[in-house]
Nanobody
Framework: VQLVESGGGLVQPGGSLRLSCAAS????????MSWYRQAPGKERELVAV????????NYSVSVKGRFTISRDNARNTVYLQMSSLKPEDTAVYYC?????????WGQGTQVTVSS
């Protein structure tokens, strides 16, 4: 399993970013995918989840209405569209897949929201 995130960077408050996670090494279309984030000194938290076919999504309270998770099963890629970004969204964002009892993670991509 390999997960490679991209798209992070520095953005001003109120701005937008789109993160991507390219997946390989497993049957992507068969698994739900998630985005997590971890801010300095804090525990990793679940941000958004999307089911295998993309028909259902779920979000943490802190990002609901501002972030959108989506996937392209033909490209083995999951996305996180982030809008109305706030300084408290600053974190390393990780892509995740759970296969059986194992969790797999990408290397993470840094998102910094600052003026």
């Amino acid at each position: 399993v390999q997960l490679v995130e991209s798209g992070g960077g520095l953005v001003q408050p109120g701005g937008s970013l789109r993160l991507s996670c390219a997946a390989s090494g497993f049957t992507f279309s068969s698994y739900a995918m998630s985005w997590y984030r971890q801010a300095p000194g804090k525990e990793r938290e679940l941000v958004a989840v999307i089911t295998s076919a993309g028909r259902s999504t779920n979000y943490s309270v802190s990002v609901k209405g501002r972030f959108t998770i989506s996937r392209d099963n033909a490209r083995n890629t999951v996305y996180l569209q982030m809008s109305s970004l706030k300084p408290e969204d600053t974190a390393v964002y990780y892509c995740n897949v759970r296969k059986g009892w194992s969790d797999y993670w990408g290397q993470g991509t840094q998102v910094t929201v600052s003026s």
